[in-house]
């Protein structure tokens, strides 16, 4: 049986400096239909949560595997949704593989779309000024090919996927596809696809943007020359922004963590995992592969003092390999792909790449600002009236977060400033 090709796009925008500060040129501003979302957190499905959660750190920590002592940025958002809404077209052991992968267990097709209709729907409309957010889809269809209507129109309707149809063989349909990431990351992405297959039957894009301005904001008066220190004995020189305050802190024995929110209402926040001097980076992730909640438990709120670097980053990976080791083999296989349930056979078809980029921008920038939280004190902490000191001065793994639904945006591990 002959098969055709799948691709997959995702682009994760994280510029964590303040909604008023886009660059000049930057693109359209992403803007949705309506200001606030048409359900609330107690509609999200939080087991579809946890398992894009887990999903996501799990892919990180073989990203990490792959490529040691480089960063590694991803969305687990855009990398689940995405993966998600191709396993609905997905029939037999394909399908079975995709769901244990992505840990969607015995839900249903239609339960799959409604909980990413509900959970894109909320996180599309964070509901306050210092935080703006978009998760948008599109599925590119092959012109004369054939799809189901139920496939294309789980795909409009719950992940919320624009639609169309195109021919691969012309030079311009690249130029669309890549425009379209462009505009929905606001033109922090400029370029997704570097080419398409001229026989590929269907592209699925995906793209996640968040621009949060911190409650607290960073003084660039209080911003100095520093050392990070990316391995034993080799620094390179960084900016290191420092604040002071009360912040959700712990301290554990493989690491200190700290949590600094986002907009007036916190309805986001960055966790901070700052390895032990003697604790690999790599140890730290594959306690998150095992339990994404260490990025989403409680804290005790602490007085102390951050220093964070300002960053810059941009990352970009084929991640096909680290699906396989997932454990999602046969939708990679194009003699065994079964998308019955996508496109009427033959030909069926197969995922024959799935990119991902990211970049990531953090500085002073953010507005003024809302109280912490109280909330309880983690076993392992220091005692209250001890104030902490946290350096973030050598490498660290950093996550955004939404407060409402604990959906985790974006993780990173940050190995080197460059």
Not at 190 to 219: C, H, I, Q
Request: net charge negative; hydrophobic share 40%.
């Amino acid at each position: 049986m002959r098969k055709t090709a799948l691709g997959i796009g995702l682009a994760a925008v994280l510029a964590c400096s303040g909604c008023g500060n886009r660059d000049e040129g930057a693109g359209p501003e992403v803007k949705s239909e309506r200001k606030a979302s048409a359900y609330t957190a107690q509609d999200v499905d939080p087991a579809l949560v946890q398992a894009s959660n887990g999903f996501g750190m799990s892919l990180m920590e073989k990203l990490m595997a792959d490529t040691p002592g480089e960063n590694v940025l991803l969305s687990p958002l855009s990398l689940s949704s995405a993966l998600s809404l191709v396993a609905t077209g997905g029939e037999g052991k394909t399908e079975e593989e995709m769901r244990g992968a992505l840990g969607l267990g015995e839900k249903t097709k239609d339960e799959i779309g409604t909980g990413y209709r509900v959970l894109v729907d909320l996180l599309s409309h964070p509901g306050e000024d210092g935080v703006e957010m978009n998760v948008a889809s599109s599925l590119w269809l092959k012109e004369g090919k054939p799809f189901l209507d139920t496939f294309v129109n789980r795909s409009r309707n719950d992940f919320r996927a624009e639609v169309s149809r195109v021919n691969f063989a012309e030079p311009q349909t690249l130029e669309t596809m890549n425009e379209w990431a462009k505009e929905a990351t606001t033109g922090r992405i400029e370029r997704l696809l570097e080419g398409v297959e001229a026989d590929a039957a269907m592209y699925v894009l995906n793209a996640v943007y968040f621009n949060g301005a911190w409650t607290k904001p960073f003084s660039a008066e209080k911003t100095t020359d520093g050392q990070f220190h990316i391995s034993d004995g080799e620094t390179v020189p960084a900016k290191m922004m420092a604040n002071g305050g009360y912040y959700p802190y712990a301290q554990k024995e493989e690491y200190e963590a700290i949590r600094l929110p986002y907009g007036k209402r916190e309805s986001a926040y960055m966790t901070i995992l700052l390895p032990g001097k003697d604790v690999s980076l790599s140890k730290v992730a594959a306690m998150l592969a095992a339990d994404p909640d260490l990025l989403t438990e409680e804290y005790e709120v602490r007085k102390g003092s951050i220093e964070i670097p300002k960053l810059r980053l941009e990352y970009s990976t084929n991640a096909t390999d680290a699906l396989r080791q997932a454990g999602i083999i046969e939708a990679l296989e194009p003699t065994r792909a079964d998308f019955s349930a996508m496109a009427p056979e033959p030909p069926n078809l197969f995922i024959s790449k799935v990119t991902h980029r990211a970049t990531l921008s953090v500085d002073e920038q953010g507005t003024e600002a809302a109280a912490a939280t109280v909330i309880e004190m983690m076993a392992g902490a220091a005692p209250a009236d001890d104030p902490f000191q946290m350096k973030v001065d050598r490498p660290f793994i950093a996550a955004i977060v939404d407060r409402a639904t604990g959906c985790i945006l974006f993780a990173g591990a940050v190995s080197d400033l460059g």
